[in-house]
């Protein structure tokens, strides 16, 4: 769908009516679950019930910018930027000159009359909280608005877009007089916890992949989504250290846990409080 790729999972789901005591039921007793379960008094009909997921992957090579960590922009120059922009941290951002001499502006990555003019190519995701300052910066350091250019599908052809300007009492997601710096996220522990889990991984499993002949074995008691993983590329390219792509699958395993067991929310750049752990989007 565009520059996006999307994918639809669907759950399909039944609920059936106990229609006899939980007691001679033999799975409930094995689980020592009787007291869960109740025999139902009602309509012994059943409903079924449909769940749509649809996720979406947008390619590396559409953002000008795409970071994991916080990601700070605080120039000394004029800095103009056209393009869509990734963090799944926080977005420290202000121009860092005496005088207000030297602007931020994030545009709009073309013009209406250009095919690539549309919300995805030019949004700003922000995983974790926006900040108008630098990373390093604590409340004494003078900060400065920073312009950004809003989507709008049906500005005209020659028309200059409306604009937001970000500053430390509109738009970012934190008090207005926090320091910055207080905000920057631990990146250490999160590696450290990484580096733990990836390392008791190692440690704990045994055994080894093996490639002969494009076929590929293996008595590893690892998740079978890093077996998958690790078979496939071994397949594709044979002379890849089997021990190196476990490591990286792995990782990459524990890696995608961490961010998946969290629940970020959604909100707009115009709100002027946002929770921490949110996701911002500048459309």
């Not at 399909?12 to 379960?37: D, F, H, L, N, W």
């Not at 997921?53 to 800095?79: C, E, M, N, R």
């Not at 005496?98 to 919300?119: K, Q, T």
């Not at 910055?180 to 889990?197: C, G, H, K, T």
């Amino acid at each position: 769908m565009g520059s996006e790729l999307r994918k639809s999972f669907y759950v399909y789901a039944a609920t059936v009516p106990i229609t006899v005591e939980p007691s001679a039921i033999a799975s409930v007793v094995e689980m020592g679950a009787e007291e869960r379960y109740e025999k139902y008094q009602g309509n012994k009909g059943f409903s079924a019930l449909e769940m749509q997921q649809d996720i979406g992957k947008i390619p590396l090579q559409y953002h000008a910018v795409w970071y994991q960590d916080d990601l700070s922009l605080t120039s000394g120059t004029a800095f103009r930027l056209n393009g869509r922009v990734f963090t799944n941290s926080n977005l420290f951002i202000s121009e860092n000159c005496d005088g207000g001499d030297c602007p931020i502006r994030l545009y709009l990555i073309s013009s209406p009359a250009s095919c690539y003019f549309n919300e995805e190519n030019s949004k700003t995701v922000v995983g974790g909280n926006l900040v108008n300052g630098g990373a390093s910066w604590d409340s004494s350091v003078m900060t400065y608005a920073v312009q950004v250019d809003m989507f709008n599908e049906d500005l005209a052809v020659g028309s200059d877009p409306s604009s937001h300007d970000i500053t430390t009492s509109t738009s970012q997601s934190i008090v207005s007089g926090e320091a910055p710096r207080n905000v920057a996220y631990n990146n250490q522990a999160y590696e450290e916890r990484i580096d733990f889990l990836t390392r008791s991984a190692l440690d704990g499993s045994g055994g080894s992949y093996r490639v002969s002949g494009g076929d590929v074995t293996e008595d590893r008691r690892d998740p079978q989504v890093v077996k998958t993983r690790v078979e496939a590329r071994l397949k594709e390219d044979s002379s890849l250290d089997p021990d190196t792509v476990r490591l990286e699958e792995i990782e990459l395993s524990n890696r995608t846990k961490l961010i998946v067991g969290s629940s970020p929310c959604v909100t707009s750049v115009s709100s002027v409080l946002a929770p921490r752990r949110c996701v911002i989007n500048f459309v």
